[in-house]
């Protein structure tokens, strides 16, 4: 890579100028706080909390509380709510604010069934005068800088970001984050960004354009086809969070970046570990750690009996220990592709 990159102006959501456009997209079940840490430290400019839901007589569940367990010491905090009742979003967003959210981000951007069937997440779209009293009630309830996150549209037919994206800037949301799918569209096909350039060319905040982006050279074309002021990452983190730190190094213009030595890899996968059992207690923390080391392994060599076995003990010291064992091996480590 040369060092001719041309440089996106800094992103900025509200006061908070982010160091890096590159975010981490808000992913139920995998952007949890350890992971969102780790994304930070390997420069993700924003990490967002999982969407948590704004009936907030629901969040003692242990779901709830793991999601709003906020990493207040990574600036700009941000908080994800998803409702469709424009007073309990508002009450939510206070509640957000109130366990120190300095960004409050809403969802219209989910496609799953349970969500949607009560009209949160993307099914919203359909009705643009709820978004708007949704956006209202949201900017009105609270101090902070509120973003907004959706699809490009209803269905193939319904492609209404762009006018969603006005409604929004009238509202007063000072960030818009695009994903390049219809809500009919779930995660089939690939993302498109046409309907993101539209977004960007009708308001004047910032966009953040998200969909299928895994490799630097697909954030340049992302970003000339959009005009975005920052791009989101999702899928493409997962078991590669140092994703962040190579899509920096190749946006200064830096050609070969190296991600980790073995000893580092070893070093932050067995802390990964270790955070997610702390922070979910064993027997959950043990669950959840298997995905993520299943999508590590994606990115390890000769690691197939490793996963194997990794992925069926049932107690944090084991997992421990298989990991170093096979960091142990003279053979274990990145894989050639990584
Ligand atoms: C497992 C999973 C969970 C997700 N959870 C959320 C969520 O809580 N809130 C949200 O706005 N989007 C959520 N998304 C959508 C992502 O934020 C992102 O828009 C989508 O994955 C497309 O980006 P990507 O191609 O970079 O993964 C989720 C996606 C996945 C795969």
Redesign the pocket.
């Known amino acids: 890579m040369s060092n001719a990159v041309p440089q996106p102006k800094p992103l900025s959501i509200g006061p908070y100028t982010l160091d890096s456009p590159f975010v981490l ?7 949890d706080r350890p992971f969102r840490a780790l994304c930070r430290r390997f420069g993700a400019g924003m990490t ?1 909390s ?2 948590t839901t704004a009936d907030t007589s629901l969040w003692q569940s242990a779901k709830s509380r793991h999601r709003l367990d906020l990493d207040l010491d990574a600036e700009p905090v941000a908080v ?1 709510i ?1 409702g469709s009742e424009p007073a309990l979003l508002a009450d939510a967003a206070r509640a957000c604010v109130d366990r120190g959210a300095q960004i409050i ?1 809403i ?1 219209m ?2 496609p799953a069934k349970k969500v949607c069937r009560k009209l949160a997440g993307s099914a919203l779209l359909r009705d643009e005068r709820l978004v708007a009293a949704i956006l209202e009630a949201v900017v009105g309830a609270v101090d902070v800088p509120v973003t907004l ?1 959706t699809r490009t549209g209803w269905d193939a037919e319904h492609r209404n970001a762009p006018r969603i994206a006005r409604i929004a800037e009238g509202a007063g949301i000072v960030a818009l ?1 695009i ?1 390049g ?1 219809t809500r009919a569209d779930k ?1 089939r096909g690939e ?1 498109e960004y046409a309907t993101i350039a539209e977004v960007k060319s009708r308001v004047s905040i910032p966009v953040i354009a ?5 490799t630097f050279e697909k954030s340049l074309e992302v970003l000339k086809l959009t005009g975005a002021d920052g791009l ?6 997962q078991g590669r969070p140092w994703i962040f730190a190579e899509l920096n190094a190749a946006l200064r213009g830096q050609s070969s970046f190296a991600p980790l030595e073995k000893n580092d890899l070893r070093a932050m996968m067995l802390g990964h570990l270790d955070d997610l059992h702390r922070f979910y207690g064993e027997s959950t923390g043990v669950r959840v750690a298997r995905k993520h080391l299943t999508w590590y392994c994606e990115h390890l060599a000769n690691a197939e009996e490793y996963r194997n076995r990794v992925v069926r003990v049932d107690s944090a010291s084991e997992q421990l220990a298989l990991t170093v064992e096979y960091f142990d091996r003279p053979d274990g480590g990145f894989s050639r592709a990584a």
Do not use: F, L, S, W
Not at 25 to 31: D, K, L, N, S
Not at 232 to 237: S, Y
């Open positions: 997209a808000p992913m139920a079940g995998v952007t967002t999982e969407m994800q998803a981000d969802n951007g989910c996150k984050t994903h799918r995660y993302a998200n969909g299928d982006i895994r989101m990452i999702g899928r493409a983190a």
